[in-house]
């Protein structure tokens, strides 16, 4: 199947041909989908803790995450053109429309031209987009006056302009400040610093970036970086890495054939955001924040943010204690059956941890090695919002091909929604997953877990693209915080709505919790 060159290609990009023909199999034989057993909820299987439990957990984090190299990671690669895709649209039509005068009256939504323009006064973009178009020798008001939203459009996101369409989130203005408006990627420098700082007044934060978007990105992180540092009074340790080349995975035709561009080297498609667990694996931290680069807040809104990013790693570091502890007697061995049982009730009761259906065959010495492995794995507690009609993932039991049951995060595209009970049970969902998680990635002896050790292959996801006019085949990877952390330890706690508030579209940050007050 593979040529001369199709090796070296592969060797370029540093992948095993193994791995691509796992690969091509996979597109053969598809991934099975997950075989869900219920929908996780606050009776069975999320945490929900009381406001004085939450305070103690608070409290019990400021007094002990300095005993620990604390670092925030920040997935923020990829280009922002998503964000403008009703605004790409929209200037298609109305600059090809011979009456187009009444055009932006067509459709009042929210994520609508109509919204964008009535509003524009409100971005925190506005001032940098009214300078550039005026040193280009254009008034934003007459060009709105005049109906001349194409301009302003263009200004916006194109490279004559602010260039929004081919930048990062990262890099985009979201909030306004008396002092001037905050990129998305100053939210989180403010957010490291207010629940991240190390013993030593050193706040790490890692950010995931594009290889085309890096220079600029660390430009315009430099320029900002002082101005919170004397505010705060903290030294960042900035860091930035790339997803791996040998992370991407082959796209194929529809003969499951490897797709071909017309030189005939092999097409390669980005592995979606599981490759990112090779980042994560990179870092050398202990404690682990992680959190997508565009949920954010203002400052105004933010206390409860800090609040629940301190009460879940007070969770963390309470449970890995403890953890810890039992580890130390199991790798002992010296356990009585009445020590057994406690641990077992542990596991069930704080992990939700069930052992699987062959554990009461089991010798006793078998019962400690299987606890042994159970409980020395990477932690990680994920805060779950309430289901309010959002896509993506959720929390649920599920069943693995060994007939484990654990808890998951699983994605709609991972559930057969032709199977009526499953179907029912991801209907019954009633949270949702923000990607708020707090992570612990040493073992019981401080050494690095290898990540790629617990990631559940099985949980890929193939989907049809094109390229060149031809249809392809893509397949990406186990995501990051689905598959890849599949044999984790995992706990799902309650957080509050207002820790989750994504920006999709560009109109998002006329939501009233992206506005100044």
């Known amino acids: ?73 920040v997935p923020a690669s990829g280009a922002a053109s998503r964000m403008f895709k009703t605004l790409f649209e ?77 930048l990062p989130k990262a890099l985009l203005r979201f909030h306004s400040y008396d002092d001037g408006a905050r990129m998305a990627m100053e939210e989180h420098l403010v957010e490291g610093a207010n629940y991240g700082q190390n013993d030593d007044g050193r706040v790490s934060v890692h950010f995931t970036v594009s290889p085309e978007h890096a220079d600029r990105f660390i430009e315009e992180i430099n320029k900002v970086k ?35 561009n017309d030189d005939e080297t092999i097409v390669f498609r980005p592995g979606g955001h599981g490759a990112l667990i090779e980042n994560l694996n990179d870092r050398e931290g202990e404690i682990i924040f992680i959190k997508n680069i565009d949920n954010i807040v203002p400052d105004r809104l933010k206390d409860q943010t800090y609040r629940y990013k301190r009460v879940i790693g007070g969770y963390l570091i309470e449970l890995r204690n403890k953890i810890f502890e039992y580890l130390d007697k199991l790798e002992a061995g010296n356990l009585n059956e009445n020590e057994i049982k406690k641990i077992i009730s542990f596991a069930k009761e704080k992990l939700y941890i069930q052992p699987g259906p062959d554990f009461e065959e089991m010798s006793h010495i078998e019962k400690i090695d299987y606890l042994f492995t159970k409980f020395n794995r990477p932690i990680r507690i994920c805060g779950m919002v309430k289901n309010e009609g959002e896509p993506g993932g959720g929390p649920f039991w599920v069943k693995n091909t060994q007939g484990e049951v654990s808890l998951q995060i699983v994605e709609s595209s991972q559930i057969d929604h032709e199977n009526p009970s499953q179907k029912e049970i991801f209907n019954k969902s009633t949270h949702f997953n923000p990607v708020d998680l707090v992570c612990f990635v040493r073992d019981f002896n401080s050494e690095q877990f290898d990540l790629r050790d617990f990631v559940d292959p099985s949980t890929g996801f193939i989907s049809i693209k094109s390229k060149d006019g031809r249809e392809l085949k893509a397949q990406e990877l186990p995501g990051l915080w689905n598959g890849a952390m599949a044999d984790w330890t995992t706990i799902f706690v309650e957080v509050p709505i207002i820790t989750f508030n994504p920006v999709k579209t560009v109109n998002d940050l006329l939501r009233k919790e992206h506005q100044p007050a």
Do not use: W
Request: glycine share 4%; charged share 30%; net charge negative.
């Open 1 to 73: 199947m593979f040529t001369h060159n199709d090796l070296r290609q592969f060797l370029a990009k540093g992948i095993d041909p193994k791995v691509i023909e796992q690969q091509i199999e996979n597109f053969k034989s598809g991934f099975p989908y997950v075989e869900l057993i219920a929908e996780a909820t606050i009776s069975n299987g999320i945490k929900s803790f009381s406001e004085t439990d939450a305070d103690k957990l608070m409290l019990f984090y400021d007094k002990n995450h300095d005993d620990f190299e604390v670092l925030k990671f």
């Open 90 to 166: 929209f200037r298609d039509i109305y600059a090809g429309a011979t009456e187009n005068s009444k055009l932006l009256e067509t459709d009042k939504g929210f994520n609508s031209a109509y919204n964008f323009i009535t509003n524009i006064h409100k971005f925190a973009f506005f001032d940098d987009l009214k300078t550039v178009m005026s040193l280009n020798g254009l008034d934003i008001e007459t060009c709105l006056a005049d109906k001349d939203y194409v301009s302003i459009i263009d200004f916006l996101l194109e490279d004559k302009g602010l260039g929004y369409a081919a």
């Open 226 to 260: 002082d101005k919170y540092e004397e505010l705060f009074d903290v030294t960042y340790e900035l860091t930035f890495s790339i997803q791996k080349s040998s992370t991407d995975t082959i796209a194929v035709d529809s003969r499951n054939k490897p797709f071909r």
